[in-house]
């Protein structure tokens, strides 16, 4: 059976797309050998050192080794990608339904910047830099909270509507000539995409479509519309990038989840779908079985009558720092921020349809207890190689052939990573 699936879907050795060839190879090629147009970069030492380590991987995947020890553990390459693919583009915050409520608030830290969203009365999202306006205190420490009325700062009360305007600030009558009027937290960019907020630190970014675009529709399954029903916050001792990668193959899931794999076979992988903002692809469920859940079974209803016989979960990487599997009976995501080279917090969330909730029978447990148990897995086998890439001897080989998703994942960075990198680095 499991020959005729894999047939069937189309599993496939790696080849670059055209899109993949203009993102990734060319610019590549560019970086790699022209020799006539980067005298600047060949200054670089920082530049120069990247191409060294990057140039293995970048090859195809049969000679590709993957990605070298000093992208898991170096200091300087750490601060260089948190600062290019995190500091200086959009990422991920996560489904716009955990902060859709008015008083919703949520803070995390990306490059180092402490950052606060919000949703007003009005059901509006905003997104600040978290440092009062007075002398600068962080106002608000909890990753998420709900209730606000207002954010007032801790250390001398100045006071801030949710939509970040100043509403009140205690004693400053007293200094001629201070309005609270037009006084307002540093904004960031915030955007919805296909249900879910991105954000970022520039004050004027390039239009979040453009960077997402040919990223696959999610409205079959009316992302949009979903509400989340589980929140779970993982701490992981391991650089975000194997996160990335372990997501992008099922090569360790016979033996790492074997709840899953009887539910769904680690060889039923499909046709890798790639772009410049994103990889992943399909995997198929065994016979006999409806959703991925610790019975595999579900009697809830699709979340669109089209997906009533889809036996197909797909599952995206959409870059930086998103994971959506989409399911016939709910939407799983995982959002990634980067703390340090070794460590990466994880937020998942447990998405249906408020049709589905509102059936009196309605319980997630099934597919909320399936992937905690997956993902704690997961963590477990990139703590263990994080701790591999503190040996001087890692050096990984050979990517096995079903691992094009981590390849593609990996050029990907590279190539970004390079190209942010030349940005910079030339006048
Ligand atoms: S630092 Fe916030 S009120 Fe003074
Ligand atoms: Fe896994």
Not at 70 to 86: C, G, K, P, Q
């Amino acid at each position: 059976m499991h020959h005729e699936t894999e047939k069937e879907l189309g599993v496939r050795a790696y080849r670059p797309t055209s899109l993949h060839t203009e993102s990734a190879d060319t610019t590549m090629a560019n970086h790699l050998t022209n020799s006539d147009h980067h005298t600047e970069l060949r200054r670089s030492p920082q530049l120069d050192r990247l191409k060294d380590l990057a140039v293995d991987t970048l090859e195809e995947i049969e000679q590709a080794r993957p990605l070298a020890r000093e992208f898991y553990v170096d200091d300087e390459v750490y601060a260089l990608e948190s600062s290019l693919l995190f500091g200086s583009g959009w990422f991920a915050y996560g489904p716009k339904a955990a902060l859709s409520k008015p008083g919703d608030a949520a803070t995390l830290d990306i490059d180092g910047e402490p950052l606060l969203l919000t949703c007003d009365e009005a059901g509006i999202q905003h997104a600040f830099f978290n440092t009062c306006r007075h002398r600068g205190s962080c106002l608000i420490d909890e990753p998420s909270t709900s209730g606000l009325k207002r954010l007032r700062c801790p250390y001398h009360a100045w006071t801030y509507r949710l939509d970040g305007s100043l509403e009140h600030a205690p004693h400053m009558s007293e200094h001629p000539g201070f309005e609270v009027d037009g006084v307002h937290l540093t904004r960031c960019a915030i955007e919805e995409w296909q249900g879910f907020l991105w954000v970022s630190l520039q004050s004027n970014p390039d239009p979040l479509d453009v960077m997402l675009r040919e990223t696959p529709s999610f409205s079959r399954y009316r992302t949009s519309e979903l509400v989340v029903v589980e929140q779970t916050r993982y701490e992981v001792d391991a650089n975000w990038k194997l996160l990335c990668q372990n997501y992008s193959e099922c090569y360790h899931c016979a033996l790492a989840h074997p709840e899953l794999n009887r539910i769904s076979h680690f060889k039923s992988g499909g046709t890798q779908d790639s772009g410049p903002s994103f990889v992943g692809g399909p995997m198929r469920l065994n016979p006999g079985f409806d959703t991925m859940s610790l019975s595999g079974r579900s009697s809830r209803a699709s979340l669109a009558p089209e997906l009533d016989d889809d036996d197909l979960v797909w599952y995206y990487v959409i870059y930086p720092n998103l994971f959506v599997s989409l399911h016939r009976d709910y939407v799983l995501s995982h959002t990634l921020v980067p703390r340090s080279p070794t460590h990466t917090e994880v937020t998942c969330h447990w998405l249906f349809h408020p049709e589905q909730v509102a059936d009196p029978k309605f319980d997630p447990s099934d597919a909320i207890e399936f992937w905690d148990l997956t993902n704690r897995q997961d963590w477990e086998l990139c703590e263990r190689t994080q701790r591999g890439a503190r040996s001087r001897a890692f050096a990984p080989l050979r990517y096995q052939p079903s691992e094009t998703c981590v390849h593609e994942f990996d050029r990907w960075y590279l190539g970004r990573l390079l190209e942010a990198s030349e940005d910079r680095t030339t006048p």
